[in-house]
């Protein structure tokens, strides 16, 4: 069956230390992203990758990095997180095209920044 | 942004009732779809409709598309209580090869029982 899978689901850190969130897909899809989502609004894309040892930007990039070290992994990394990427982040993994190739999406970690 | 200003709407209505969300978007789009998220889950695909298509149904899903307005609605027909959940739309910005989706802040849908 399908997965995607986050670690861990619930992180409180303190400001300025590093955080790292994990992703782990079942799917083979070449594509995974990392997304964000604020209370009241929409998700908002962070980084993305198209296989593995790539990492793209995406419209939220600063303060973050990705690493994509297999087909399977997509970490998020907050080299010194602050309070205002308290958030809920979502990993998804997807096959790429055109007319919509739906993404697959984990159940999210909640992170909160002190 | 390719929505604009916008916040999460909400609605509230009893089950049985018929409900009708609508999202526009500001740029060109190859598929509109519309996502379902459950609370403490992560958002999950329920229809799709692509640019060249009016209305799609599925279930008690009907959506539609109206490219010249750039606008697209959700309908849910005889909501049940299980359909409590925020619904997002989301574009594809062009056909984006590498399916960057672009997401609206969504709506909150309370299906009274």
């Known amino acids: 069956e399908a997965a995607v899978t986050q670690s861990p689901r619930n992180k409180v850190a303190v400001t300025g230390g590093k955080v790292t969130l994990s992703c782990n897909q079942t799917?083979?899809?070449?594509?995974m992203y990392w997304y964000r989502q604020d209370t009241g609004h929409g998700l908002r894309l962070i980084h993305y990758?198209?296989?593995?040892?790539?990492?793209e930007k995406g419209d939220i990039p600063d303060g973050y990095k990705a690493s994509r070290p297999s087909q399977e992994n997509f970490s998020l990394i907050l080299e010194l997180a602050t309070p205002s990427q308290t958030s809920v982040y979502f990993c998804?993994?997807?096959?790429?095209?055109?007319?919509?190739?739906?993404?697959?999406f984990g159940e999210g970690t909640r992170l909160s920044v002190l | 942004s390719q929505w604009g200003e916008e916040n999460l709407q909400a609605l509230s209505i009893q089950e049985g009732e018929d409900v009708t969300m609508n999202c526009s978007y500001k740029?060109?789009?190859?598929?509109v779809q519309w996502y379902r998220q459950k609370s403490g889950k992560g958002p999950a695909l329920i229809i799709l409709?692509?640019?060249?298509?009016r209305e799609k149904r599925s279930g008690r899903l009907r959506a539609t598309l109206d490219t010249s307005s750039q606008s697209s609605s959700l309908s849910i027909t005889g909501t049940l209580a299980t359909d409590t959940a925020v619904y997002f739309c989301?574009?594809?910005?062009?056909?984006?090869?590498?399916?960057?989706?672009?997401f609206g802040a969504g709506t909150q849908l309370i299906v009274i029982p």
């Open positions: 998804a993994s997807g096959e790429p095209g055109t007319g919509g190739q739906a993404p697959l």
């Open positions: 799917n083979n899809h070449n594509n």
């Open positions: 989301a574009t594809d910005g062009r056909g984006s090869a590498l399916g960057r989706l672009h």
């Open positions: 990758s198209y296989g593995a040892g790539s990492t």
């Open positions: 409709i692509r640019s060249n298509e």
């Open positions: 740029t060109y789009t190859t598929v």
